[in-house]
C-alpha cells in the first residue's frame, strides 16, 4: 500500500452476538483498508455481516447481545475501539457518516424532520463555536435541497410519516452529509425502494459524494450498482472478507469460487435465462463451518478448506482472494 | 382541523359508550336483584309499603318505560334519595367526589414524577445497582395491592414512626377552610391558609401514596422497559452515529417515543385507581366516594350504587379523553392517521 | 449422505411423511428447549414457578399439613386468643383463638380456585369475541361487540364487579360470577387488535383463496397465533383476579365466614392494629407472596413467548 495515511483500517474485526445456544460468531477477522478519497464498494449476500462491519465501525451496535472480542478500527490512525464516548462523539457525524438501510426506520417517529436534521446540524458544529439558530436553519434548508427536495420548510415541519419513501431516503441521505464527513457509510441506499426511484436516488449520492469529494463506503448485493459508482470492492461472506480489488479488475477477472457464483447470479437481459446462482446458503453462525467458511458450498472444495482458514494472497495489484485455489500465485498479500 | 375532528369523534364515541354504561347500571341496580323495592325496604316492611315504594319508583311499567324514567332522572342528576344518609343521591355524590378527586389527583402525580423518574432513571443506569433496587422497588409496588400498602403504611409511617396521620382530612385543632370546590388543599389555597393546606396535605400523602404504589411501579418498569426496547432501534443508532451527543439522544430521541406508552398506562392508572380507592379511603377513613359507594353496595342501596358507578363511568371516560389528547401530542403517528381517516 | 432408494411413489411419499413428523418432533422437542431456556435464563422466573407449584400443592394439602385443621371451620378457643407468634402456634392466633397459620393455608385454596375458576369462565368467551370482531372487521359483528366491550372497559371491573356482587347473594361462587362478568372484555380487547392485524397476513388471504372455512381461519390460522399474549395475559391476570378476590372478601362480598380467606382475616385483623399486628399482617404477606409467585412466572412466560433479539 501507499505512503500517505490511510483513512480507514480495520484488524481482524470479530462480532459475536450472545444468543440462545451460544454466540453466533458473525464476524470473524475482517480486515479493511481505505485511503481518502476512495470510494469502495462492499458486497456479498444479504446475512453476510455487511451491515454489523459498519455498525461496528462507529459502534452503534446493540451490546448487548454484541460482543467485539477482538480488532481494531483505525481512522485516521487513531484506534475507534479505545475512545471514549466522547472522542467517539467527536468522530462521529462529522468524521464518518452514515446512511442506514432502511430511511422508514432510521427516521424517529414522533420528531419532525426539522428537529432531527437540526439536531445533527448542531451536534457537527466545531466544539466552542456553537452555530446560531439561524445559521442552523439556513444549513438544514441547504442540506434539503442538495438532496433535491422541493418545499424544504414545509418539509423541516413534516414528521417523517407523511413522506413518502423516496423522500425519507433522501432525508437520509441529506442528513448524512449535512455534517460534511470525511467519510460516509451507506448502507443499501434505495433498496426498500421500486427500481426507479431507487436510481433516482443512487445517480443523487453519486453525485454528492463526487462534488463533496467524500470518501465512501457503499454497501449493496447489486453488482450493476457497484460497479458504476465505485473503486474498488470487497467482496464479503459470512463474515469473512473474501476478496478485494479493483472495480474494473474483479469484474474482468473475478478469482474467488464465491464471487464468480455472485457474478453468475445476475439475470442477464442479454445472456440465455438465468443462472441457478450459488447452491446452499449463509451457514449458520452459532457453528459456522470449519476452515474456509464457504467450503460446504463450494465446487471446489478441496481437504484443506475443511480444515485450515485460507490467508489473503495476492493474485495482482491489489487484488487479494482468501482462497487455497490461489495459495503460490505470484507474490503472498499481506 | 385534525386534532379537534379528533376530538370530536372520541367525545361522541364515549357518549354512546355512557349511554350504553347507563343500560348496563340498569341492568344491575334494577333488573339483577329481583324486587329493588323490597330490597331497599328489608324483609320487615309490610308490604303495603312495598307496593306504594313500587309504584312510586315505576316498578310496575315494562322495563324499557322504567328505563327512560331512570335515564331522564340520571340526566338531570337526580338519582333519588339514599337510603343511607336520607339525602339526595346527587347532594352526596358532590360532598365525596371532590375528597376522591383530590386523592387520585394527587396519586397520580405521585405516579407520573415517581413513575418516569424510577423508570428512566432504571434505564439509564441499566445493570448496575440502581438498576436493580429500582427494578426490586417495582416489583413490590406490582405484587403488593394497594390496601396493603395502606395497612402497612398506618402501621410503619402512622403508629411507629408517627410521621403522617393516618385519619380524615384534616387534624381537629384545624379549623376548615370555607368550602368552594370541595377540595380541601384547593379551598386552602383560596382562602390563603397555608396552614390548612399544609394539614390537608399531611394527611393526604399516606392514602395518596398508597394508591399510587402501584401505579408508580407499573410506570417505572414500562418506562424502562420501552426505552430499552427503543435502544435497539435503528433511529438511535443512526442519531448516535451522526454524532449526537449521548445526553440528548437519550434525553430527547429516546425519551419521547418511549413516554407514549407510559402516559397511555398512567391514564388508565389513574382512572383505574378510582376503582381501587375504596379500601384505602376505608382504611383511612376518608370520606370519599368510593367510602361512600362501598357503603351503600353492603347496605344495597341502590340509587347510590347506580349514581356512584355512574359518576366514575364519566371520570374515567374523560381521563381516557385527556389521555388521548396528551398521546396525540406526543406521537404524531396517532394525530395524522386520525386526520387521514376522516 | 447415503441417499435411500425409492421404489415406488407411495414409498417416496410415506418417506417423506416419516421425515416430515420427525422434523415436527424434533421442532417441538427444540422449541420446548428453547421455551426452558427463555424461562430458566432468568432465575427469578424459576423461583416464580417453585413459588407456584409449592403453593398449589400446600393448597391442595391443607388437611394434611396444618397443624390445626379443625381452626379453618367454626372453631373458637377465646382462652388462647390473640397470642403473638411463638413455637405453638407459629404465626400467633387470631382475635377467637384459631390458628392463623392454619387459616392462610386454608386461605389459598379459595383465592387460587377464584383465579382459576375465573380466568377458566373469560378467557374462551373473551377471546372468542375478540377473533370473531377482529376477522369481521368493519362489519356490524365487529360494530356490536367492540362496542359492547368499549361499554364495560369504560368504567374500573372492580367498581362493576363490587356493584353486581353486592345485589347478589354474598358467597364465592357468586363473587366470582360478579368478577367474571366484567373480566372477558380485557381479552376480547387484546385478541382483537392482534386479530385485526393477522387479518392481513398473507397466510390468512392465502387459507381464504384457498376457500378454506371461516371456522377454520378463525380457529387454525389465526387462533394460534393470539396464544402467546394471551397466555402472557393470564398469567399475570390470574394474580389480579387473586387480589380481586380478597379485596371482594374484605369488605364482606366474598367468602363468608366461618371459611377462612385472606381478605377476610386482613380486614378483622385490622381493628387490631396496630397492637395485635399479627392478624392482619401474615394473612397481607400471604397475598403478596401469592402474587409475586405468579407475577415472577408471569414474566418468565412473557420471555417464553418474546422473540429472540438481535
Redesign the interface.
Known amino acids: 500500500m501507499s505512503s500517505t495515511p490511510l483513512l480507514l483500517e480495520i484488524k481482524d474485526l470479530h462480532v459475536h ?1 450472545a ?3 451460544g454466540r ?1 460468531k458473525v464476524l470473524d477477522g475482517v480486515n479493511f483498508v481505505m485511503q481518502s478519497g476512495e470510494r469502495v464498494g462492499l458486497v456479498g449476500e444479504a446475512g453476510c455481516g455487511k451491515t454489523t462491519t459498519m ?1 461496528a465501525i ?1 459502534q ?3 451490546t448487548p ?1 454484541a460482543v467485539i472480542p477482538c480488532g481494531e478500527i483505525y481512522f485516521k490512525g487513531r484506534d475507534l475501539l479505545k475512545m471514549n ?1 466522547n472522542q467517539l ?6 468524521g ?3 446512511i ?3 430511511p422508514t ?8 424532520v426539522g428537529q ?1 436534521l437540526k ?2 446540524i448542531k ?2 458544529a466545531v466544539r466552542g463555536r456553537p452555530l446560531s439558530a439561524d445559521e442552523v436553519h439556513q444549513r438544514a434548508i441547504q442540506s434539503l435541497q442538495e438532496v433535491a427536495l422541493a418545499d424544504p420548510e414545509r418539509l423541516l415541519k413534516s ?1 417523517p ?2 413522506l413518502s419513501g423516496g423522500m425519507r431516503q433522501r432525508v ?1 441521505i441529506g ?2 452529509l449535512a ?1 460534511n464527513p470525511e467519510l460516509l457509510i451507506a448502507d443499501e441506499p434505495g433498496t426498500s425502494l421500486d427500481v426507479t426511484i431507487q436510481d433516482q436516488v443512487l445517480r443523487l449520492l453519486h453525485r454528492l459524494v463526487k462534488e463533496k469529494n467524500t470518501s465512501v463506503i457503499l454497501i449493496t448485493h447489486t453488482l450493476g450498482i457497484v460497479r458504476e459508482m465505485t473503486d474498488r470492492v470487497y467482496v464479503m461472506y459470512a463474515g469473512n472478507i473474501v476478496e478485494v480489488a479493483p472495480t474494473a479488475g474483479l469484474f474482468s477477472r473475478p478469482m474467488h469460487p464465491y464471487t464468480i457464483g455472485l457474478m453468475q447470479a445476475v439475470p442477464r437481459l442479454t445472456g440465455g435465462g438465468v443462472s441457478d446462482g450459488i447452491p446452499g446458503r449463509i451457514p449458520n453462525y452459532l457453528q459456522p463451518p470449519t476452515g474456509c467458511r464457504f467450503h460446504p458450498r463450494c465446487p471446489h472444495v478441496m481437504d484443506i478448506c475443511r480444515q485450515e482458514k485460507p490467508a489473503s494472497y495476492q493474485v495482482d495489484d491489489d487484488h487479494y482472494v482468501a482462497c487455497f485455489l490461489y495459495r503460490g500465485e505470484e507474490g503472498k498479500g499481506s | 382541523m385534525s386534532l379537534g375532528r379528533f376530538l370530536v369523534r372520541r367525545i361522541v364515541h364515549s357518549i354512546f359508550v355512557l349511554l350504553g354504561l347507563s343500560i348496563v347500571i340498569f341492568v344491575i341496580a334494577r333488573v339483577m336483584p329481583g324486587d329493588p323495592a323490597r330490597m331497599a325496604l328489608g324483609a320487615r316492611a309490610p308490604q303495603w309499603v312495598v307496593d306504594r315504594v313500587r309504584e312510586q319508583m315505576h316498578l310496575n311499567e315494562p322495563l324499557t318505560v322504567q328505563y327512560v324514567y331512570w335515564l331522564r332522572g340520571a340526566l338531570r342528576a337526580d338519582f333519588g334519595l339514599s337510603l343511607v344518609t336520607q339525602r339526595p343521591v346527587t347532594a352526596d355524590i358532590q360532598e365525596f367526589f371532590p375528597a376522591s378527586l383530590e386523592l387520585v389527583l394527587l396519586a397520580g402525580l405521585f405516579s407520573a414524577v415517581g413513575g418516569i423518574g424510577l423508570g428512566v432513571l432504571s434505564a439509564r443506569y441499566k445493570d448496575t445497582w440502581i438498576d436493580n433496587v429500582v427494578r426490586v422497588i417495582s416489583y413490590a409496588g406490582i405484587v403488593t395491592p394497594s390496601f396493603i400498602f395502606a395497612i402497612l403504611f398506618v402501621l410503619l409511617f402512622g403508629f411507629v414512626l408517627k410521621w403522617f396521620p393516618v385519619i380524615g382530612r384534616l387534624s381537629e385543632h384545624t379549623v376548615a377552610p370555607p368550602t368552594v370546590t370541595g377540595m380541601v388543599t384547593v379551598d386552602a389555597l383560596l382562602a390563603g391558609r397555608l396552614d390548612a393546606f399544609a394539614d390537608a396535605l399531611r394527611h393526604m400523602v399516606l392514602p395518596a401514596l398508597a394508591l399510587a404504589m402501584g401505579s408508580i411501579a407499573q410506570e417505572a418498569r414500562i418506562t424502562r422497559s420501552s426505552m430499552a426496547d427503543n ?5 438511535i ?10 445526553r ?1 439522544v437519550m434525553g ?2 429516546l425519551l ?2 418511549s413516554l ?1 406508552p407510559t402516559v397511555s398506562i398512567l391514564g388508565l392508572d389513574i382512572a383505574a385507581t378510582l376503582g381501587v380507592a375504596f379500601l384505602v379511603e376505608l382504611i383511612f377513613n376518608w370520606p370519599g366516594l368510593a367510602r361512600y359507594g362501598m357503603t351503600s353496595m353492603l347496605h344495597k342501596d341502590l340509587n347510590a350504587i347506580s349514581a356512584v358507578i355512574l359518576v366514575l363511568g364519566v371520570a374515567f371516560v374523560t381521563v381516557n379523553i385527556l389521555v388521548d389528547i396528551i398521546v396525540a401530542y ?4 396517532i394525530r ?1 392517521r386520525a386526520a387521514r381517516s376522516e | 449422505m447415503g441417499q435411500p432408494r425409492i421404489n415406488s411413489s407411495s414409498e417416496a411419499a410415506a418417506l417423506v411423511a416419516q421425515r416430515i413428523r420427525q422434523l415436527e418432533r424434533e421442532s417441538r422437542r427444540e422449541n420446548l428447549g ?1 421455551a426452558w ?2 424461562l430458566s435464563r432468568n432465575p427469578m422466573s424459576v423461583v416464580g414457578l417453585a413459588m407456584v407449584l409449592s403453593l398449589i400443592l400446600l393448597a391442595i394439602a391443607a388437611p394434611w399439613v396444618t397443624p390445626y385443621p379443625k381452626h379453618a371451620g367454626p372453631f373458637t378457643d377465646f382462652a388462647n386468643a390473640k397470642i403473638p407468634p411463638c413455637g405453638r402456634y407459629l404465626l400467633g392466633t387470631d382475635q377467637i383463638g384459631r390458628d392463623i397459620l392454619t387459616r392462610i393455608i386454608f386461605g389459598l385454596r379459595s383465592s387460587l380456585l377464584m383465579g382459576v375458576v375465573v380466568l377458566a369462565l373469560v378467557v374462551p368467551p373473551g377471546v372468542l369475541l375478540g377473533l370473531l370482531a377482529g376477522y369481521f372487521h368493519g362489519t356490524w359483528i365487529d360494530t356490536l361487540i367492540m362496542r359492547i366491550t368499549d361499554i364495560f372497559l369504560a368504567v374500573p371491573p372492580l367498581i362493576l364487579a363490587l356493584a353486581v356482587a353486592s345485589v347478589l347473594k354474598p358467597n364465592l361462587w357468586n363473587g366470582m360470577m360478579a368478577v367474571s362478568l366484567m373480566w372477558w372484555p380485557w381479552y376480547t380487547r387484546l385478541v382483537y387488535g392482534l386479530a385485526v392485524a393477522l387479518r392481513n397476513e398473507y397466510f390468512v388471504t392465502a387459507a381464504e383463496i384457498t376457500g378454506a372455512s371461516a371456522g377454520h381461519i378463525l380457529f387454525r390460522e389465526m387462533l394460534p397465533n393470539v396464544l402467546s399474549p394471551v397466555f402472557t395475559k393470564m398469567s399475570i391476570d390470574i394474580a389480579w383476579v387473586i387480589i380481586i378476590g380478597s379485596m371482594l372478601s374484605y369488605v364482606g362480598l366474598g367468602v363468608q365466614p366461618p371459611e377462612p380467606s385472606l381478605g377476610t382475616m386482613i380486614s378483622d385483623g385490622a381493628r387490631y392494629l396496630p397492637d395485635q399486628w399479627w392478624i392482619a399482617v401474615f394473612p397481607a404477606l400471604a397475598i403478596v407472596v401469592v402474587v409475586l409467585g405468579f407475577n415472577l412466572l408471569g414474566d418468565g412466560i412473557r420471555d417464553m413467548f418474546a422473540a ?3
Open positions: 452476538f444468543v440462545y445456544g453466533l455498525k462507529l452503534v451496535l446493540p447481545p464516548p462523539q467527536q468522530i462521529r457525524g462529522r464518518i457518516s452514515m442506514f438501510q432502511d426506520a432510521a427516521l424517529n417517529p414522533v420528531f419532525t432531527q439536531a445533527v451536534h457537527s414528521y410519516i407523511q437520509c442528513m448524512a455534517t | 435502544l435497539g432501534k435503528d433511529y443508532a443512526a442519531a448516535r452515529a451522526l454524532g449526537i451527543s449521548e440528548v430527547r430521541f419521547k417515543p407514549i406526543l406521537d404524531p403517528r395524522l | 428453547r431456556y427463555k429472540e433479539e438481535i
